[in-house]
């Protein structure tokens, strides 16, 4: 809820999330990233969140199933900041 509500507050509608150090799958908590984090997230005002992994990854698997089982933002997955910044960027502007 803390994080919630430090989103909500900062008015900030994008996010990035680095998992490129990430070792392993977090299959065993993408249901829950998915039906109730995602969701707190976009009413707490995210619009546009940028994953950045590594491909060929066990995480990279389970962040292109959040990708494409996510509907309460949108996701676009990367594999390198300048990237992901980038994108994050012409969506932080416009809106």
Not at 68 to 77: G, L, P, S
Not at 79 to 86: C, G, I, K
């Amino acid at each position: 809820m803390a994080y919630m509500n430090a989103v909500r507050e900062s008015g900030f509608s994008c996010l990035l999330n680095d998992t490129r150090e990430v070792l392993g799958s977090w299959d065993h908590s993408l249901d829950w990233v998915v039906n109730e984090w995602a969701s707190q997230a976009a009413s707490a005002g995210i619009r546009n969140f940028a994953l950045i992994t590594s491909p060929e990854s066990f995480a990279e698997s389970t962040a292109s199933n959040f990708h494409a089982n996510n509907k309460a933002f949108e996701v676009r997955v990367f594999t390198d900041r300048m990237s992901a910044e980038a994108w994050l960027r012409q969506h932080s502007l416009t809106k």
